[in-house]
């Protein structure tokens, strides 16, 4: 029963650890080419190289203080069921991963409208007044 829990607990910490580490690299650097396969990649944040390196450092900083975050939060939570049946954790953990993916998708919103924000459609810096 000790064991399902240890192992609840890595599977709930992988949302966070990921956003941490994918947060901490995409704060430093945006893949090294605009691409369809690996990065923050929406039609606005694709525009060009501009756009391409400002949503990954929007959205890297983000993730990585949103992971951050869940992993405290994660950690606390799993406290209280340590030693419970392993129905009632499993349970519990999916029901956590679920609220983690909901965190997890909220800087898209921010990193969209940030985006939106200090571009416009073409992908062009807006020019402060």
């Given at each position: 029963?000790?064991?399902?829990?240890?192992?609840?607990?890595?599977?709930?910490?992988?949302?966070?650890?990921?956003?941490?580490?994918?947060?901490?690299?995409?704060?430093g650097k945006a893949p090294a080419k605009i691409n369809y396969v690996f990065g923050y990649r929406t039609s606005r944040s694709m525009k060009n190289e501009d756009t391409w390196k400002f949503a990954h450092q929007y959205f890297g900083r983000l993730w990585h203080k949103g992971g951050l975050f869940l992993l405290v939060v994660t950690v606390l939570a799993m406290l209280p069921v340590y030693g419970k049946s392993i129905d009632f954790v499993g349970g519990y953990a999916s029901v956590l991963c679920i609220l983690q993916m909901v965190v997890m998708m909220f800087p898209i919103f921010l990193t969209e409208s940030a985006l939106k924000k200090n571009f416009d459609q073409e992908g062009n810096r807006k020019r402060e007044i």
């Open positions: 029963m000790i064991g399902f829990w240890v192992f609840m607990m890595c599977f709930a910490l992988l949302i966070p650890v990921s956003m941490i580490c994918l947060g901490r690299y995409f704060t």
